[in-house]
């Protein structure tokens, strides 16, 4: 049977019309009418190519609706995002382009199927993407599919840097307890010198906040003793920035009035003997010196601060902060190095040819994150643990003697236990040196004129997520 | 670095079809470009969303917001929130880290429920085993009226409703939840405290009423 005839034999069933009999003549005529071939012949084409049309437009719509995911990106930052088409089942596309990436600093490399650049603004984005499927016309209309880009903006970008005394007068000042928002000092300290810098973390800066952290030095005078301190006001205490400078002010107010005479000369005797020989007794004989001269100045700093705090008429803990202190002086068989500490700030003494660390203190941190300790917390007199917060060492000299922050020793060295690791203070003196992101040097000899400045833009290294005050204080 | 975890536990049952759901799945999207342009929160907050209707699902664990990509949901089946309360305590476990002398300890998680029906399978299990984890607050979102505020106070003090389970009323919600983490993730950055609770938050909108 021609293909003719069976086409109008099923078109006619279709329209139930069904052949009269005697009439099988006169269709087989029909069927074998030229015009009529040529008619179920067209129509049998249209169809094909009507039926491939379809099948070609799915697909298009197939792709469109598949979801191509790439990668975030972020300003300033290379990027490379490879479309994998074939593990899309995308193997049909003849042609791919993407509509005006330079806009975003980036390009689509054909060759290599990946989208690559380095962008240079942030938000979220549709980008276009235009292509063709195999069995289309090389000359035919392009079709267009959105893919979402996102291009986070440079973090750094998103921070500001207000003043915190940004159009105040000297009388807000005084009200408010503003302190500068950086500081950097460099002075000699006995044979030693120090230099100092205590920065405004940016999330403070970023709203125009203060600096919670201070410092306070001092060396005093005819005795041969210096005495460094260090505190980080808790930022959740309303007046955390006048803590921190009242404690360190507390601490060197305390030793001046009460380091001297009768006391000095026994310390000076007990640290002597025990230098030459150790026994028990001498021993209990200085712990207990200790625990009665730096433990005592430990309570008297935190009565001071409760007597300020009713003064001002405020709790306590609106003046939180953690302090450290060291007091140091030197003997003819090497340095006595006294310290104390309360909260999550390291003190770190490397020797001579700095192949040793001691750390003098613990620190106090939580489970999680945030559970410090504060001078200003009665409790930690009463803990058994108390006596543990009182250190001692006699060195016979030393390269570095440092106190810092968290805002320091987060980014720096991370954990508490890297602080007794002697590679990880190499790699932090390193880093002093140079070897940092922003090639910044600092030199720590004394005759460097340039040492704070140098220090101070040290202390401005980026570190993802660690934006708190930041101080740092080294005896040299 | 300490990271802020944040968990979103979204309710996907059927009941949230259509308006609800499309408006859920927009304030997640708005939340995060919101997040992305607040410094502390882009450096500090990582986000998980955890979706709840027949089975609990992590669709997707804990992401830092620099390449959080939200994913398509669906409403569809019952409500499993038991199974999202046990489920979001096992991801605690297994993605907060704790401090050790070796690594630094995370944040205590935030924690946002929003769910417009009463829960079909053994919620209390669930909460026992939730319960157990330390969150640094819980926030309780009944969206509409076919929530059971009851049930969500004895997850946490801190239960907010929306009249409607509306695209404006949840679009309320989301931006609530969006300042609450970028006050949250501020917080932890100065002054190196958790917020607590509900008083430590931003005020919410009028749109979402405070249960007590």
Not at chain 1, 274 to 301: P, R
Not at chain 2, 112 to 134: A, C, H, S, Y
Not at chain 2, 196 to 210: A, D, F, H
Request: with cysteine; glycine share 6%; hydrophobic share 40%.
């Amino acid at each position: 049977m021609s293909e003719t005839k069976q086409y109008i034999q099923t078109l006619l069933a279709q329209k139930n019309i069904s052949l009269i009999k005697g009439r099988e003549t006169v269709f087989e005529e029909f069927t074998k009418d030229e015009s009529n071939i040529l008619a179920v012949k067209q129509i049998q084409e249209n169809q094909k190519m009507m039926l491939d049309k379809w099948i070609l437009q799915n697909r298009i719509s197939d792709i469109i609706d598949t979801q191509i995911i790439i990668p975030n990106s972020t300003v300033g930052k290379p990027y490379l995002a490879a479309i994998d088409f074939s593990r899309l089942g995308m193997n049909d596309l003849s042609y791919t382009e993407f509509e005006s990436l330079d806009q975003y600093g980036l390009e689509y490399n054909n060759e290599t199927e990946s989208i690559t650049g380095t962008p240079t603004k942030s938000g979220d984005f549709k980008i276009k993407m235009k292509f063709r499927v195999n069995g289309e016309n090389e000359d035919s209309d392009l079709h267009e599919k959105l893919i979402s880009l996102i291009i986070n903006a440079d973090p750094k970008s998103l921070w500001k840097d207000i003043p915190s005394d940004a159009d105040r007068d000297e009388d807000w000042k005084l009200k408010n307890f503003w302190k500068p928002d950086n500081v950097t000092d460099f002075q000699p300290l006995g044979e030693k010198h120090i230099v100092v810098s205590s920065k405004r973390g940016r999330s403070h800066a970023n709203v125009g906040s203060f600096r919670d952290d201070d410092f306070a030095f001092k060396e005093l005078e005819g005795t041969g003793w210096s005495i460094v301190s260090v505190a980080d006001g808790a930022g959740s205490a309303s007046l955390a920035r006048l803590g921190s400078k009242l404690a360190c002010e507390f601490v060197v107010k305390h030793f001046e009035e009460n380091f001297r005479g009768e006391t000095i000369l026994q310390l000076d005797d007990l640290i002597a003997s025990n230098h030459q020989s150790q026994d028990e007794t001498k021993q209990k004989d200085l712990d207990l010196f200790l625990y009665n001269s730096i433990g005592k100045a430990a309570f008297s700093i935190h009565k001071s601060l409760q007597d300020y705090a009713d003064r001002l008429e405020v709790p306590l803990k609106d003046l939180h902060t953690t302090l450290i202190f060291v007091l140091l002086k030197k003997y003819s068989f090497g340095y006595a190095i006294l310290s104390f500490g309360v909260g999550d700030c390291p003190i770190g003494l490397l020797n001579k040819d700095m192949t040793e660390i001691k750390l003098m203190n613990w620190l106090d941190v939580g489970e999680f994150g945030g559970g410090t300790r504060f001078i200003t917390m009665p409790e930690i007199f009463s803990s058994s643990k108390f006596a543990t917060r009182l250190g001692f060492k006699v060195i016979e000299d030393f390269s570095y003697l440092m106190l810092m922050t968290d805002g320091i020793y987060d980014p720096k060295f991370v954990v508490e236990a890297n602080l007794e690791k002697l590679e990880s203070w190499t790699k932090f003196l390193n880093d002093l040196y140079g070897e940092n992101e922003s090639h910044n040097v600092v030199q720590l000899i004394a005759k460097n004129v340039e040492l704070p400045k140098q220090l101070s833009e040290w202390m401005d290294f980026w570190s993802s997520g660690n934006h708190d005050d930041r101080t740092l204080a080294i005896v040299f | 670095m300490r990271r802020l975890p944040v968990y979103l536990l979204l309710d996907t049952s059927g009941s949230m079809s259509g308006e609800p759901i499309e408006a859920v799945k927009n304030g997640v999207q708005v939340m995060i470009s919101s997040l992305r342009q607040n410094p502390q929160a882009i450096e500090t907050a990582f986000i998980s969303v955890i979706t709840f209707d027949t089975s609990a699902n992590q669709i997707i664990p804990l992401t830092d917001l620099a390449s959080f990509q939200m994913v398509d949901i669906k409403a569809t089946g019952v409500t499993a929130l038991g199974d999202a309360l046990k489920l979001v305590a096992t991801k605690i476990d297994s993605e907060v880290q704790k401090t050790t002398p070796d690594q630094k300890g995370d944040w205590k998680p935030l924690v946002f429920i929003m769910t417009d029906g009463i829960p079909t399978d053994n919620w209390q299990n669930g909460l026992v085993e939730f319960k157990k984890r330390k969150t640094a607050f819980v926030v309780a979102c009944a969206a509409g009226a076919g929530a059971d505020t009851s049930i969500l106070k004895q997850i946490t003090d801190n239960v907010v409703s929306l009249d409607t389970a509306d695209s404006t009323s949840i679009a309320k919600f989301f931006q609530w939840v969006t300042a609450s983490i970028g006050v949250s993730s501020t917080k932890v950055e100065d002054s190196g405290k958790e917020v607590q609770g509900l008083n430590e938050l931003p005020p919410p909108p009028s749109e979402l009423n405070i249960v007590v």
